[in-house]
């Protein structure tokens, strides 16, 4: 690469502490939100996960006493319901995450090609570290795509827990006398 195409390329220092004020900016709004609505965001998360457990569990009760063409609508309902109530939040904080990520993967390179930049360019991957350990971070749980995988096997083994009992209680039964 040629002088003058990476000239173009690479901000000057004045261009980087304006960039920095931007992120900072853009940081403490993202931060501010994650706070000011932590106690929502946990309570959508506490629902969606609940309520996963209630559609399997009707589910299994519909396909125990074959209803399960009858409850099919209500079912779907509230499993879209309970995926946007889990997934979204999680989303959005992972490519937030992933956009902080690749910034200081950008911050990365020039430090190599232009040393002048870099107690500039130093200050700028410091406030992207920070904000790399504590997005999405909401104090029971981190908003990350990790928490839908952790939401779902937690879900899973209630299920099985739950279906366990109900074999249990269904083979201890006596049998029925006509």
């Known amino acids: 690469m040629d002088e003058i195409s990476l000239a173009k390329r690479v901000p000057s220092a004045l261009r980087l502490r304006q960039l920095r004020e931007i992120y900072a900016e853009l940081s403490e709004t993202f931060s501010s939100l994650t706070n000011t609505m932590s106690a929502e965001l946990v309570t959508i998360m506490c629902y969606g996960t609940l309520m996963s457990i209630s559609i399997c569990l009707v589910a299994i009760s519909s396909i125990l006493t074959e209803t399960i063409a009858r409850d099919a609508p209500t079912v779907v309902q509230f499993v879209m319901g309970a995926l946007l109530?889990?997934?979204?939040?999680?989303?959005?904080?992972?490519?937030?995450?992933?956009?902080?990520?690749?910034?200081?993967?950008?911050?990365?390179?020039?430090?190599?090609?232009?040393?002048?930049?870099?107690?500039?360019?130093?200050?700028?991957?410091?406030?992207?570290?920070?904000?790399?350990?504590?997005?999405?971070?909401?104090?029971?749980?981190?908003?990350?795509?990790?928490?839908?995988?952790?939401?779902?096997?937690?879900?899973?083994?209630?299920?099985?827990?739950?279906?366990?009992?109900?074999?249990?209680?269904l083979t201890s039964r006596p049998p029925l006398r006509p």
């Open 85 to 169: 109530a889990v997934l979204l939040p999680c989303e959005l904080a992972q490519r937030a995450l992933n956009a902080a990520h690749q910034m200081q993967g950008l911050l990365l390179r020039p430090q190599l090609q232009l040393p002048a930049l870099q107690p500039e360019l130093g200050l700028f991957r410091e406030s992207v570290g920070r904000d790399l350990a504590s997005l999405g971070d909401l104090g029971l749980l981190r908003l990350q795509r990790s928490t839908v995988l952790s939401i779902v096997a937690t879900v899973a083994t209630y299920i099985i827990v739950m279906v366990q009992f109900l074999v249990t209680e």
